[in-house]
């Protein structure tokens, strides 16, 4: 496969997984926000949308403060914003537009209808569109494009740099999205384990879509560790970090197969994947959540970064 339609393929799944996200860190935010402040934490459910997110730097220049229907708008709406719901859908179209011979029918056809039921969004007023119907329309065309390549394209590499976009954004996400907990409750001995700290943890599980399999793995009470191990050291739970990385790891070793060669990135991976393994709940605590998830965001950059040289610029090393 020529390194520009694998990397086309690529960027189509990391994007509508970022669209995805985007949806999932916004109905996050509506439903912290319906809690009365802790008076601690950061300064807003929605500031600490955008510092997550990564997208801070960006709305500052062009809003200033962090006023929630801007937020809104500048993290589903706004062109400008390269990590928006619009811009994301965006260029996931125009990379499958490039590659359309190497879609099938269907899967054009679920980035297709997305993109242009956005533009008839776009087209309505902003005061008719509650953010739940956003959020909700959001995740149900991602979905829709994920079913039509789990069940009509070839298990072939270009199936494997798909999914290597959605492991490696997933991970990504999984860790941004548990970041913002740590950003609306700063981790103080006060307030863990308390109703306040436990309903934080059960908002961001029904976000991911991920509340009732929690119960049935776990069952009884809702605590932070049981989400922690969950989210993160869980192979059962399909967005946790070690099952996206695992995730990674397969369909990177299907390639080096196929291609009769391994690159860095599959030792970056395999690496990654250990620490994970032989990891446990307390020292994802003992080093701080928040240090932990920065750290793994930047093992995963550092992965795609390697994936980027090994396949994607046509110089495989």
């Known amino acids: 496969m020529l390194s520009r339609t694998a990397d086309n393929l690529y960027w189509i799944a990391r994007y509508a997984e970022r669209a995805e996200t985007m949806a999932r860190l916004l109905e996050v935010g509506s439903r912290i926000a319906l809690l009365p402040s802790s008076g601690t934490g950061y300064r807003s459910e929605w500031d600490s949308l955008l510092q997550a997110s990564g997208t801070a730097s960006g709305f500052a220049r062009k809003y200033g403060d962090p006023v929630q229907r801007n937020i809104e708008s500048y993290l589903f709406f706004d062109r400008d914003n390269p990590s928006s719901v619009a811009s994301c859908l965006l260029r996931a179209r125009e990379n499958a537009r490039i590659v359309r011979?190497?879609?099938?029918?269907?899967?054009?056809?679920?980035?297709?209808?997305?993109?242009?039921?956005?533009?008839?969004?776009?087209?309505?007023?902003?005061?008719?569109?509650?953010?739940?119907?956003?959020?909700?329309?959001?995740?149900?065309?991602?979905?829709?494009?994920?079913?039509?390549?789990?069940?009509?394209?070839?298990?072939?590499?270009?199936?494997?740099?798909?999914n290597l976009g959605y492991c490696l954004e997933r991970a990504d996400n999984t860790a941004r999205l548990m970041d913002v907990k740590y950003y609306v409750l700063l981790p103080g001995i006060d307030y863990v384990g308390s109703g306040l700290d436990n309903y934080q943890w059960t908002t961001l599980l029904r976000a991911m879509s991920a509340h009732r399999a929690f119960h049935w793995a776990y069952g009884g009470?809702?605590?932070?560790?049981?989400?922690?191990?969950?989210?993160?050291?869980?192979?059962?739970?399909?967005?946790?970090?070690?099952?996206?990385?695992?995730?990674?790891?397969?369909h990177l070793d299907r390639l080096a197969r196929g291609y009769g060669r391994s690159t860095r990135a599959q030792t970056k991976a395999r690496a990654v994947l250990a620490e994970l393994t032989d990891g446990t709940v307390d020292g994802v605590f003992d080093e701080g959540m928040h240090e932990f998830l920065t750290r793994f965001i930047g093992e995963i950059a550092a992965v795609a970064a390697l994936v980027h040289d090994g396949y994607l610029s046509g110089d495989v090393r």
């Open 101 to 162: 011979t190497a879609l099938t029918t269907q899967v054009w056809d679920a980035i297709n209808t997305a993109f242009q039921e956005l533009r008839s969004l776009e087209r309505r007023p902003r005061s008719e569109l509650e953010l739940t119907q956003l959020t909700e329309w959001t995740m149900r065309h991602t979905a829709m494009l994920r079913g039509a390549i789990d069940a009509t394209l070839l298990r072939n590499d270009g199936w494997d740099f798909l």
């Open 221 to 250: 009470e809702v605590t932070a560790r049981k989400i922690a191990h969950f989210l993160i050291l869980n192979p059962q739970c399909p967005r946790s970090l070690i099952a996206c990385v695992d995730g990674l790891n397969t």
